[in-house]
């Protein structure tokens, strides 16, 4: 029902910046809520940013002041915008779309593959 597309992880240099996006493809008429999870290695996976349909965001204490997440809604995706990067940045990062109207009906949430950032010199 929902495709999950995820473009623009790789190596970064500590204090180098990296652009995440993620396109949700379907029949799909609107999205609740679009955000980004991370989980580094040994540790369970964590809310990095979430926005709603009317933009509203927030972040996990970590990453505020350093990564902005935005999205476009008519094209049905999702960006997360990482300045700054540490090395405690470094994990696989899922996009998530949650409250999915579309054709079939109505969906809670879906999940990308996954796209591996790593912070390193």
């Known amino acids: 029902q929902v495709q999950l597309v995820e473009s623009g992880g790789g190596l970064v240099q500590p204090g180098g910046s990296l652009r995440l996006s993620c396109a949700a493809s379907g029949s799909i008429f609107s999205i609740n809520v679009m955000g980004w999870y991370r989980q580094a290695p040994g540790k369970q996976r964590e809310l990095v940013a979430g926005?709603?349909?009317?933009?509203?965001?927030n972040y996990a204490d970590s990453v505020k002041g350093r990564f902005t997440i935005s999205r476009d809604s008519a094209k049905n995706t999702v960006y997360l915008q990482m300045n700054s990067l540490k090395p405690e940045d470094t994990a696989v990062y899922y996009c998530?779309?949650?409250?999915?109207?579309?054709?079939?009906?109505?969906?809670?949430?879906?999940w990308g593959q996954g796209t591996q950032v790593t912070v390193s010199s």
């Open positions: 926005i709603t349909t009317g933009g509203t965001a």
């Open positions: 998530n779309v949650n409250g999915v109207r579309g054709s079939w009906g109505f969906s809670t949430g879906y």
